[in-house]
């Protein structure tokens, strides 16, 4: 077990790949945290998997975009597994809607800003205080971040790319305190995310134009989220990282 005796705080955790992180982590020995915005089902069934693959888990709601809800996030936490987090994953985000900029409003600007990016900030500074040397802080970014996403995804595509840079710019900061911050850039992998936004027809597209021929999946993130968690990654630090599938190289 790579993260034994450890904590890991996973916002965005209760579906998809975040739900998988939670579950890796708890497999590799963390004591989980897992956050979740709307869906109590969701966050239950995950702490059910965690539970049953023997695995310590707590479930916390909360909008991590709202600092009230991210106290919370920590205080439970606290209570729950003790002082210190070794594991951050901020893996809360998402694209809302597909919209041109004729479409787009103020409001529209900042709700995928503040759940995007902001909530990176916002997560992590309200975490810090609880991190030693021998930390780990994993950020979501997307492939969109390289490439400026998909029709109508141009917001989503830069609040990504902020936490590239952002990522880049915490690991300056942080590395002398001994904690390393990484992101991933996922491409095309089965989730949601993609039934909701993504017609069928491109992701056969997409899959197709990958070397391997095929979509990614949620479990194969979370296999290289417990690698960056863990002090087999000891010396990398400011990466983003892409995972898919060949599609588009660093």
Known sequence: MKLKGKTAVVTGGARDIGREVAIKLAKEGANVVVNYYLNQEDGDTTLKLIEEAGGKAIIVQG?????????????????????EVHVLVNVAGGLIARKTI??????????????????????????????KSGASIIN?????????????????????????????????????????VNALCPGMIATA???????????????NGTPLRREGKASEVADLVAYLASDESSFLTGNNIDINGGLAFS
């Open 140 to 180: 979501f970014a997307s492939q969109a971040g390289r490439d400026g996403g998909g029709p109508g995804a141009a917001l989503y595509a830069s609040a990504k790319g902020a936490v590239m840079t952002y990522t880049r710019g915490l690991a300056k900061e942080f590395g002398p305190q001994g904690i390393r």
């Open 63 to 83: 909008d991590m975009t709202k600092q009230e809800d991210i106290d919370t996030l920590v205080s439970e936490s606290k209570k729950a597994f003790g002082e």
């Open 193 to 207: 995310f993609h039934d909701t936004f993504t017609k069928p027809e491109v992701r056969t597209n997409v899959a």
């Open 102 to 131: 004729e479409e787009m409003d103020v409001d529209f600007f900042d709700v995928m800003i503040n759940v995007n990016f902001k909530s990176v900030f916002l997560v992590t500074k309200a975490f810090k205080p609880l991190m």
